[in-house]
T-cell receptor
Framework: GAVVSQHPSWVICKSGTSVKIECRSLDFQATTMFWYRQFPKQSLMLMATSNEGSKATYEQGVEKDKFLINHASLTLSTLTVTSAHPEDSSFYIC???????????FGSGTQLSVL | GESVGLHLPTLSVQEGDNSIINCAYS??????FIWYKQESGKGPQFIID?????DKRQGQRVTVLLNKTVKHLSLQIAATQPGDSAVYFC????????????FGQGTRLTINP
């Protein structure tokens, strides 16, 4: 079964609104989760590292005030795209790192379309 | 560094044939490599991984080859099936911090009947 649950699978929103995407680790506690973005026909780009109980670490070029990350528990990280614009339309994918097995598990992704 | 391609390389093979997908990685300090398969509208699916102390690893119908000298990684899929059609990504990382993956460009594999 799925190790990582990502919700919603797709979302359509109006420009200027905010969208929240959830990433849940189902089988183990995760102190570290990752958020990726993928544009059509392109590779996955790491946006930020979500750390439980502390601030997220953002990659260069990713606006932290626009992409709010909250990792309030060991099983849940959320990504909020604030004041979304059409250029934010993309496929967002989370991943969860399992310390014991040194393995990374991916969510099923969220397709965001901003009108 | 990261490798993001504007043009996704493609590879077409006949069903039943073997396929080889290649990847050049960028960081000589990387010591952990993974191949992922991504179907349309879905997240990446783990296929096989290899650490830098190995140059070959085999799974079920798949083999990964690592050439550290030229920083090259390849994925061989034997006896391809229609379900193998997908985009394949290689990813590199350091074991100490193995969670932070850098993905390669990706290759779209199409299996022709």
């Amino acid at each position: 079964g799925a190790v990582v649950s990502q919700h919603p699978s797709w979302v359509i929103c109006k420009s200027g609104t905010s969208v929240k995407i959830e990433c849940r680790s189902l089988d183990f506690q995760a102190t570290t989760m990752f958020w990726y973005r993928q544009f059509p026909k392109q590779s996955l780009m790491l946006m930020a590292t979500s750390n439980e109980g502390s601030k997220a670490t953002y990659e260069q070029g990713v606006e932290k005030d626009k992409f709010l990350i909250n990792h309030a528990s060991l099983t849940l990280s959320t990504l909020t795209v604030t004041s979304a614009h059409p250029e934010d339309s993309s496929f967002y994918i989370c991943s969860v790192f399992w310390d014991r097995g040194e393995k990374l598990f991916f969510g099923s992704g969220t397709q965001l379309s901003v009108l | 560094g990261e490798s993001v391609g504007l043009h996704l390389p493609t590879l077409s093979v006949q069903e039943g044939d073997n396929s080889i997908i290649n990847c050049a990685y960028s960081n000589s300090a990387s010591d952990y490599f993974i191949w992922y398969k991504q179907e349309s509208g879905k997240g990446p699916q783990f296929i096989i991984d290899i650490r830098s102390n190995m140059d070959k690893r085999q799974g079920q119908r798949v083999t990964v080859l690592l050439n550290k000298t030229v920083k090259h990684l390849s994925l061989q899929i034997a006896a391809t099936q229609p379900g193998d059609s997908a985009v394949y990504f290689c990813a590199e990382a350091r074991i100490q911090g193995a969670q932070k993956l850098v993905f390669g460009q990706g290759t779209r594999l199409t299996i022709n009947p």
